[in-house]
């Protein structure tokens, strides 16, 4: 009986992972696709919201609620779990392979003001890019983990061979190096 492989999807929001995820889902037939942001809504795995209107979610909660949901999708014989969420690079998920979505400043910047972020989010998403924060998260909680950086076909065609145990180079990406564009700058003032 083949193993089910648990795919985890993170990076700041903006990268791209909802994208991504959808159409693995649709690559790899017998998978079952989680939000880890729906599933936090839908089982009210939050305390509050922030004074942004962001939920504030318990991580032990979501962790929790991920791994029952990881058990069921085995039960129903799935080959494929893929989860979303930039959250997930703080959780721990047992053998799970982390694929971590990375996006130059200027079109993150660009897709969070389509989003309408507020500056303060928009200051911490971009920061938290820089400095490779969801990446950084990953590696201390997981053992395999992929950075992925480029074209939507590039990024796609890279997770494929990533999940089908194919050899993808392993590659860190500085983005703190685009704070020399002034633009960014006032991302760094308070």
């Known amino acids: 009986m083949e193993k089910t492989k648990i795919i985890v999807i993170t990076g700041v929001p903006g990268t791209g992972k909802t ?13 079952v696709l989680i939000s880890s942001n729906d599933l936090s809504k839908k089982k009210k ?5 922030d004074f942004d209107g962001a939920y504030i979610i318990n991580m032990q909660k979501l962790k929790i609620e991920l791994i029952k949901e990881i058990k069921i999708a085995k039960k129903k014989k799935k080959s494929y779990v893929i989860i979303e ?5 703080d959780i721990k ?40 924060y969801c990446g950084n998260g990953a590696k201390t909680n997981y053992s395999e983990v992929y950075e992925l950086l480029g074209s939507n076909n590039s990024i796609l065609n890279n997770s494929i061979k990533i999940i089908n145990g194919k050899k993808v180079e392993k590659k860190e990406y500085d983005l703190l190096e685009e704070f020399k564009n002034k633009k960014y700058q006032k991302y760094l003032i308070q």
């Open 85 to 89: 969420g930039h959250l997930l690079s």
């Open 45 to 49: 795995l939050y305390s509050k919201k």
């Open 93 to 132: 998920l047992p053998n799970a392979k982390v694929i971590v979505l990375r996006s130059h400043l200027n079109a993150l910047e660009k897709r969070l003001k389509k989003r309408k972020y507020s500056l303060f989010k928009l200051r911490e998403n971009i920061l938290s890019e820089a400095i490779d």
């Open 19 to 31: 994208t991504l995820s959808k159409k693995l889902s649709k690559v790899f037939k017998n998978s």
